[in-house]
T-cell receptor, first 116, second 115 residues
Framework: AQKVTQAQTEISVVEKEDVTLDCVYE???????LFWYKQPPSGELVFLIR??????QNEISGRYSWNFQKSTSSFNFTITASQVVDSAVYFC?????????????FGKGTTLSVSS | NAGVTQTPKFQVLKTGQSMTLQCAQD?????MSWYRQDPGMGLRLIHY???????DQGEVPNGYNVSRSTTEDFPLRLLSAAPSQTSVYFC??????????????FGNGTRLTVT
């Protein structure tokens, strides 16, 4: 069975601190997709990144970076120099290859609070 | 493009009432799905559809029905609402994943309260 675990329920940091959100997944598929979504206080879900299981390259986008390690089944998300606008709930998600991007299994989310 | 449109945004029902949550997308997406979000539970898949006329169950399908008569619409029906169905419901859509590297698009959600 597929499962996504985000062990950190809540994280609080002060602006400009770096913060890493952990994501550990379980799947029996050899081909799968991993995602991160952001849900700000306004409630909408914002897509951040999608990763294929056969692409272990790390990704950097501005202050955001993602570390994908198949050996540990982890897909961690780091925000560098955090800002108040980063305050949100962050979800990690997984999908099987034949449903890539549609039937997502979500973790329970990590609530990030960034104070000034 | 309006993207994924969900109506209504808020709804209060009494136990036993029925209603339909509407979801429409204007992006010609093949895939559509419904999720519910409960505090501390993340999002859980209710039903999904890979194209018009095709639907399938997700993690938590009980108490919900869906149909996909057109590419654009994917309504979610609650036949007899229960307090356990109090939640925020999200509809989502995407292109066929075989075509390109594209994300899932979510609607803005419907907040449903069943008393």
């Amino acid at each position: 069975a597929q499962k996504v675990t985000q062990a950190q329920t809540e994280i609080s940091v002060v602006e400009k601190e770096d913060v890493t959100l952990d994501c550990v997944y379980e799947t029996r598929d050899t081909t799968y997709y991993l995602f991160w979504y952001k849900q700000p206080p306004s409630g909408e879900l914002v897509f951040l990144i999608r990763r294929n299981s056969f692409d272990e390259q790390n990704e950097i986008s501005g202050r955001y970076s993602w570390n994908f390690q198949k050996s540990t089944s982890s897909f961690n998300f780091t925000i560098t120099a955090s800002q108040v606008v980063d305050s949100a709930v962050y979800f990690c998600a997984l999908s099987e290859a034949n449903q890539a991007g549609t039937a997502l299994i979500f973790g329970k989310g990590t609530t990030l609070s960034v104070s000034s | 493009n309006a993207g994924v449109t969900q109506t209504p945004k808020f709804q209060v029902l009494k136990t036993g009432q029925s209603m339909t949550l509407q979801c429409a997308q204007d992006m010609n997406h093949e895939y559509m799905s419904w999720y519910r979000q409960d505090p501390g539970m993340g999002l859980r898949l209710i039903h999904y559809s890979v194209g018009a006329g095709i639907t399938d169950q997700g993690e938590v399908p009980n108490g919900y029905n869906v149909s996909r008569s057109t590419t654009e619409d994917f309504p979610l029906r609650l036949l007899s609402a229960a307090p356990s169905q109090t939640s925020v419901y999200f509809c989502a859509s995407s292109y066929s994943p075989r075509d390109s590297f594209r994300p899932l698009h979510f609607g803005n959600g419907t907040r449903l309260t069943v008393t």
